[in-house]
């Protein structure tokens, strides 16, 4: 311990306590705090980047369940077009089978209806034809065979009888 | 790129291994210029003496050191500044002191070195010495640029360079560059291992600072002491000293309430015990500081003594067998003291990151 204390040097004491001190406060504003400063820059980042990466990560994954949506819907709109489509082609079909079957009827009853005008056009002139016949045949009949009563009453009986044939 | 640091602390190590050719060399020379003593016994004296001036701080910066046929000392190396203060400054350059072996004149005072220590003496420069043969001349008070505080320039220097370039580094991108990447992964680990975990996220990057240079300068300083210049800071008391007086500043200034509190009156215990505590906890403040002092000064010491004994003993043994197996427990001993370097500048952070973090704690629960 004697030769401890006599060996220490007070000025080696001096100029270690005044250097290192000195080196401590240089390095600190030329070293440590740039090293310090920039490695923990990196470091924070890094974890950033990493929080990026991990956001970006869970962004897509949105982005693809947003897709597969989309897409789903989209299929599903087409199906309901396609529907809509097929139910408006068989309306549609359906009312041109509809329209042309009551122009159909409609030409039908019209032609019966003339059909049916003609044909009572044609009665009545046949009508008018064989009463003036029979007029004609009354006047013949009257002529000639008025000279018998009886003659002239067989004749208006058998006469009577033909028209009523028509 | 990615290689290069590797290379240069392989390079590293390799030169860390070379103290053992040259010092063995050193003590060679040593026998050679002390024609007095012969045989074993003062070989033996020999290596003691030079273990015991190599633990010594000097005043100028020689790398080794023979002597000519005609008896003269040769130093290699360079000498540096002397700063004294004896009523008023003196400086003068370590040559003038010759190694302690001629009178320095500065300012109408005379000085010589003994023991690597200045003393005022008289023109003549005799040392006047007690019956413990410790001198009693005039000891002034010694400001001077020594080995050691030069040794703790250069690497301050080193320091600023090597990170101020690393933290340049990182305003061209992200990850550093060159040294760097080295660097960076022990910077984290005094701040991930060390600080965050001893003191908390909300009181850590106060300190950190002071632990990043502690941690660096410790281990530099520790592996310079490995190297063939020969310098050991880290074993001069005065320099743990100094490293652990910041600690035990930093700790009381930036402590909180809490922490005085369970120093004085330490909650949870009878008001009996409280008294008795105050006085072991107030002791305890300058206990931590002085244990991590005393821990890096004897442990790198120690390991200085072992390595150079060990290498010593290549002198003793003179024959292939013995110097063979002390060069190789040398060798094995020079790795674990490359460990030793980096765990004791490991161990003194880890500590005062513990201590700091007991001053800042917060104590909710009682």
């Not at chain 2, 500044?81 to 350059?93: A, E, R």
């Amino acid at each position: 311990m004697d030769k401890l204390i006599n060996e220490f040097s007070v000025g080696l004491f001096f100029w270690q306590l005044l250097l290192f001190v000195g080196l401590v406060l240089l390095l600190r504003k030329f070293a440590w705090k740039p090293i310090l400063d920039s490695v923990e820059k990196r470091e924070s980042g890094i974890e950033d980047a990493l929080q990026a990466a991990e956001n970006a990560k869970l962004e897509m994954q949105n982005l693809q369940a947003d897709n597969e949506k989309l897409l789903n819907e989209a299929r599903a709109e087409r199906e309901t077009m396609l529907k809509e489509a097929r139910e408006l082609k068989a309306k549609m079909i359906a009312d041109a089978e509809g329209d042309a079957q009551a122009k159909a009827n409609k030409m039908i009853e019209q032609a019966q209806a003339a059909i049916e005008s003609e044909k009572k056009s044609a009665m009545a002139e046949l009508k008018g034809q064989v009463a003036s016949l029979s007029l004609e045949i009354a006047e013949k009949v009257v002529k000639d065979e008025l000279s018998s009563k009886d003659k002239q009453m067989e004749l208006v009986e058998s006469m009577l009888g033909d028209a009523k044939l028509n | 790129m990615q290689r290069k640091p590797v290379v240069s602390l392989l390079f590293f190590f390799l030169i860390a291994f070379l103290p053992l050719s040259v010092l063995a060399q050193e003590d060679m020379h040593l026998k050679e210029i002390a024609p007095g003593v012969e045989g074993e016994q003062g070989v033996k004296e020999e290596i003691k003496e030079y273990i015991d001036h190599h633990l010594l701080d000097s005043h100028d910066f020689s790398l080794f050191s023979y002597t000519k046929d005609n008896g003269e000392h040769v130093y290699v190396g360079f000498p540096l500044p002397v700063i004294l203060w004896d009523d008023g400054l003196k400086v003068f350059s370590s040559s003038k002191l010759h190694h302690g072996e001629a009178v320095a004149e500065a300012g109408g005072n005379y000085y010589k070195s003994y023991h690597n220590k200045i003393y005022r003496t008289n023109a003549e420069g005799d040392i006047n010495l007690d019956d413990h043969h410790h001198p009693t001349n005039v000891k002034p008070l010694d400001f001077s640029i020594t080995k050691n505080v030069f040794t703790i320039l250069i690497v301050g220097l080193l320091m600023l360079w090597m990170f101020s370039s690393m933290a340049k580094s990182y305003k061209k991108g992200a990850l550093p560059k060159g040294m760097g990447r080295f660097l960076e992964p022990i910077v984290l680990y005094i701040r991930d291992d060390i600080a965050i975990p001893n003191i908390g996220k909300k009181h850590y990057k106060r300190y950190m600072s002071f632990l990043l240079t502690i941690f660096f300068f410790i281990w530099i300083i520790n592996l310079l002491g490995l190297t063939p210049l020969g310098v050991n800071v880290t074993n001069n008391i005065a320099v743990t000293f100094a490293l652990a007086l910041l600690t035990f500043l930093i700790t009381n200034f930036t402590a909180n309430k809490s922490y005085w509190g369970h120093i004085f009156w330490m909650p949870g215990v009878p008001k009996l015990m409280r008294i008795v505590l105050a006085p072991i906890e107030l002791l305890g403040i300058f206990i931590k500081p002085f244990s991590l002092l005393i821990r890096l000064y004897a442990n790198i010491t120690a390991g200085h003594i072992v390595l150079m004994s060990i290498i010593g003993l290549m002198f003793i043994f003179k024959n292939w067998i013995g110097s063979s197996l002390s060069f190789g427990l040398a060798f094995a001993l020079a790795l674990l003291e490359l460990l030793v370097a980096a765990l004791q500048a490991y161990i003194f952070t880890m500590l005062s990151a513990l201590y700091f973090g007991q001053a800042v704690e917060e104590h909710d629960d009682h």
